[in-house]
């Protein structure tokens, strides 16, 4: 069952508060203070009190919208999928501390990268194509020009991403580094 309307409008509005807020938060300093939240909700849950427990959530709560709103992700959206995939796992009993976690299965654990010809006869949609399956299998890791020139064989990644964006992809530019992310609007 889908968030209902509040649901949906508190977390937008905490992504919009943040935004403009904690103009200067970055994904690192924002995954830090998420971490440390973590251990304040240890020391709450420690103590019993639901009252504090209940505020580390809250506060852990913020922390998660800011994160998705920094990679440019719709936290309900991404929360319902995740949700739905999680009923269709197979699930291992549970281990010495009580924790239970899927199945995991070899296959998918690692993404297939296709491997392409290198040298100076690389054409444009080679690299171009090797360019997508390295961006998607390395979903919003950052590269600079240069090293978007090295995966993909072509002097031009610029010419390479405009073609990419024009068939879809979602590919991020802040300005320093390039980076894929399905779900972030297009520069």
Do not use: C
Request: glycine share 4%.
């Amino acid at each position: 069952m889908p968030p209902s309307h509040n649901e949906r409008s508190v977390l937008r509005a905490i992504q919009d508060w943040s935004r403009s807020t904690f103009k200067q938060a970055t994904i690192q300093s924002t995954f830090v203070h998420l971490t440390r939240e973590m251990f304040e909700l240890d020391r709450a849950i420690q103590s019993g009190n639901a009252r504090a427990v209940a505020d580390e959530l809250a506060d852990m709560v913020h922390l998660l919208a800011q994160q998705a709103n920094l990679w440019y992700l719709d936290l309900e959206t991404e929360t319902q999928a995740k949700f739905e995939h999680n009923k269709q796992r197979t699930w291992n009993p549970p281990d010495h501390e009580g924790v239970v976690e899927h199945v995991r299965i070899p296959d998918r654990a690692q993404p297939m990268l296709l491997d392409f010809p290198e040298g100076p006869d690389v054409d444009v949609r080679t690299g171009k194509d090797k360019l997508a399956d390295h961006l998607i299998a390395n979903p919003w890791k950052p590269y600079h020009a240069q090293q978007l020139r090295e995966i993909s064989g072509l002097d031009d990644v610029t010419r390479a991403i405009r073609k990419l964006r024009t068939e879809g992809m979602k590919i991020g530019n802040d300005g320093e580094s390039y980076y894929w992310s399905e779900f972030g609007p297009q520069p």
